[in-house]
């Protein structure tokens, strides 16, 4: 992670919080476990969301196979300038995550591996954030994983309604230990095996459609 990374990221946090939610780039021990649910070596498809100017980008890279695709959405246009600039081999798309399975469509992109995400979830309203996980399951394949970063400025109410809406949406969900070095201190999501359809639990933690 460069310098140029962060002051480009702290310049638009001053215009652009609202998107950003922090003014801080997630530290390299979180950017190494949010990369983690990308298959060592795999040939598949990697989507990241929130790029922000390419804190993941080598991460994620060292994971990938010589055949894999790695797609990159951000919505900011500095920093999308940014990251063509300083990851000329990324390929970046901009676009808001609302428009997520055109954005795939017009990739060419039916099926995705692994999604990893930065996305400022807790402060995205619940249209946006049902909407954009539901395409998320949808688009997995069945063994996928997705990833997620929460940090301590999240709401504690708003990160329990994620938590009930990424329990509806996967099989198995992760929430990892605080990472207290990371600025601001931040702990992960890590999903796997997305459900075909989102389904509720009931109070004895049944499944059923929604
Ligand atoms: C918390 S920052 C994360 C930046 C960087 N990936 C990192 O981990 O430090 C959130 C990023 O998501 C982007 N973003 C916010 N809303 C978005 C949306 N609706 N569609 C696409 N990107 C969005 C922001 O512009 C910003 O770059």
Do not use: D, K, W
């Given at each position: 992670?460069?310098?140029p990374d962060h002051v480009v990221f702290l310049r638009r946090s001053f215009s652009k919080m609202d998107q950003l939610a922090t003014p801080f780039l997630t530290g390299p021990r979180l950017c190494r476990v949010l990369a983690g649910v990308v298959p060592r070596g795999t040939d598949g498809v990697v989507v990241e969301l929130g790029a922000g100017p390419?804190?993941?980008a080598e991460p994620i890279r060292s994971r990938l196979g010589p055949n894999a695709r790695y797609l990159a959405v951000e919505i900011d246009s500095e920093l999308v300038a940014h990251l063509r600039a300083h990851k000329p081999w990324l390929e970046v798309v901009q676009g808001d995550v609302a428009d997520l399975e055109r954005i795939l469509d017009e990739a060419g992109i039916d099926r995705v591996d692994a999604f990893?995400?930065?996305l400022p979830w807790a402060v995205f309203p619940h249209a946006l954030r049902d909407k954009v996980m539901d395409v998320i399951a949808r688009r997995l394949t069945p063994n996928g994983a997705m990833s997620m970063i929460i940090t301590w400025m999240a709401l504690?109410?708003?990160?329990?309604?994620?938590?009930?809406l990424l329990d509806r949406h996967f099989d198995e969900v992760v929430e990892t230990a605080t990472e207290w070095r990371n600025p601001p201190p931040?702990?992960?999501f890590l999903c796997r095996r997305p459900l075909p359809r989102a389904t509720s639990l009931d109070e004895h933690g049944t499944r059923s459609a929604s």
């Open positions: 992670m460069g310098r390419g804190v993941l990893v995400s930065t504690p109410n708003r990160v329990r309604e994620l938590r009930t931040a702990r992960t």
